[in-house]
């Protein structure tokens, strides 16, 4: 039976603990920072998709959510020196391999809505999806 505790005062970290000392010998203990959150997931994608629908060409062309994701991702993980690869495919193709939003922390969600942000600001892409969704109310919060 799995356990997971969120470590939010002494008694949680007590029962942590306890159920560490009880395991039986081959159970694993992992300890990890928080993933995204709900919102910094409707954030990202809120901004995504206000990329997507403004008049912004990548490479010759617009590009669709799922592609910008793809591209800030990327240059986010490449300005954040934390680069994937690129390598080729099973067809010869190549492929880039990179860090999936869906198992960022809260830090690194927070970093990539910023870069996205910056990123938005500096080709002067009005944000209308995430500012209509309250995403905008409290930049330094980036979540």
């Known amino acids: 039976m799995a356990q997971r505790f969120v470590l939010i005062?002494?008694?949680?970290?007590?029962?942590?603990?306890?159920?560490?000392?009880?395991?039986?010998?081959g159970f694993?203990?992992?300890?990890?920072?928080?993933?995204?959150?709900?919102?910094q997931n409707a954030k990202f994608h809120a901004i995504v998709s206000d990329i997507a629908r403004s008049p912004m060409k990548w490479a010759?062309?617009?590009?669709?959510?799922?592609e910008w994701k793809i591209l800030l991702i990327s240059g986010h993980s490449v300005a954040t020196q934390s680069a994937g690869e690129v390598i080729p495919g099973i067809e010869g193709e190549f492929v880039a391999i990179r860090e999936s939003s869906a198992?960022?922390?809260?830090?690194?969600?927070?970093?990539?809505i910023?870069?996205?942000?910056?990123?938005?600001?500096?080709?002067?892409?009005?944000?209308?999806?995430?500012s209509r969704n309250g995403f905008m109310e409290e930049r330094s919060s980036a979540a």
């Open 9 to 25: 005062n002494d008694r949680v970290r007590h029962n942590a603990k306890e159920a560490v000392r009880r395991a039986p010998p």
């Open 28 to 39: 694993t203990v992992s300890i990890s920072e928080p993933k995204r959150s709900v919102d």
């Open 60 to 66: 010759g062309k617009t590009r669709t959510p799922e």
């Open 103 to 112: 198992s960022m922390g809260v830090r690194r969600a927070a970093s990539l």
């Open 114 to 130: 910023e870069y996205c942000l910056a990123f938005a600001a500096t080709h002067g892409i009005e944000l209308i999806e995430t």
